[in-house]
């Protein structure tokens, strides 16, 4: 996008063309702290080169040959963690070396192989949501690994398995959004909740967590948009801003510097 005359440029696949992509579905993408922008598709990753335009693959290697990108991070030593559904990869793109951490022999780091978001929070944590065991919490120093998958309810414990998405907030709070519901955990009290609305457990099917500068978060659900506020503990529908769409379903959002959803 050229934002100076609002034109777009298009870029696909064609494997007649050298340095095209590999696969049009574009399921992530992310800009480094050096400004390279890493593209996962639906067969793979790679680097795509915002000067010259073209697309270098990096080959991830695993036993089922697909490499189903969901998400791409950077950690604070420059490290590219690449999420996908059949385990979790680190790239490093001084070195062009890559390495594979999933269930493989007899080295069992990952309860799941089937991730769906990675996030590295405030603290340098790292964060795998999952799609049958939970969220994962990962400390690099070592590396310690802690499988989260419970939060309470009144006096009840209850499972949560399936997370889409996970969120950590300008007050450190991580958001956990789930195929039934919104979770918060505390980490500063290690209380672990879930969102209610009118006095039950909301459980919406969440896909999709950002903030405003107010702090409110916007929540993108299978069947709309929603934002929440955490200090007033308020929830509410917002399918006005996306009315004239297809549907009311929201698959990603964005808050920018602007609060423009």
Do not use: C
């Given at each position: ?162 997370v889409n998405t996970v969120y950590s ?46 702090g409110n978060l916007w929540i993108g ?39 423009h959803i």
């Amino acid at each position: 996008l050229d934002k100076d005359n609002g034109s777009f440029e298009v870029f696909l696949a064609n494997e007649l063309q050298a340095g095209s992509l590999d696969n049009n579905l574009i399921r992530t993408l992310f800009s480094d702290s050096r400004g390279r922008m890493w593209v996962g598709t639906q067969s793979g990753f790679g680097e795509f080169d915002i000067i010259t335009n073209k697309f270098r693959p990096i080959e991830l290697t695993n036993n089922s040959g697909t490499a189903i990108i969901s998400r791409i991070r950077e950690n604070k030593d420059g490290y590219i963690y690449i999420g996908t559904l059949n385990g979790l990869y680190r790239y490093s793109p001084e070195e062009e070396q890559l390495s594979l951490w999933g269930n493989t022999g007899k080295h069992q780091l990952l309860a799941q192989n089937d991730i769906r978001d990675i996030m590295f929070d405030h603290a340098g944590l790292l964060w795998i949501a999952t799609r049958y065991s939970g969220l994962v919490k990962v400390d690099m120093m070592p590396n310690r690994f802690e499988h989260l998958n419970t939060y309470t309810s009144g006096s009840a414990t209850k499972v949560f398995k399936r997370v889409n998405t996970v969120y950590s907030d300008s007050k450190k709070t991580l958001w956990i959004g789930t195929s039934d519901g919104l979770i918060r955990f505390d980490q500063q009290n290690n209380q672990i909740t879930k969102i209610k609305n009118n006095g039950s457990e909301w459980s919406k099917n969440i896909t999709s967590l950002d903030e405003d500068s107010k702090g409110n978060l916007w929540i993108g659900t299978h069947t709309g948009l929603y934002v929440f506020d955490d200090n007033r503990r308020t929830l509410t529908l917002r399918n006005d801003i996306i009315e004239g769409s297809v549907n009311n379903m929201v698959d990603k959002l964005l808050v920018d510097s602007h609060d423009h959803i």
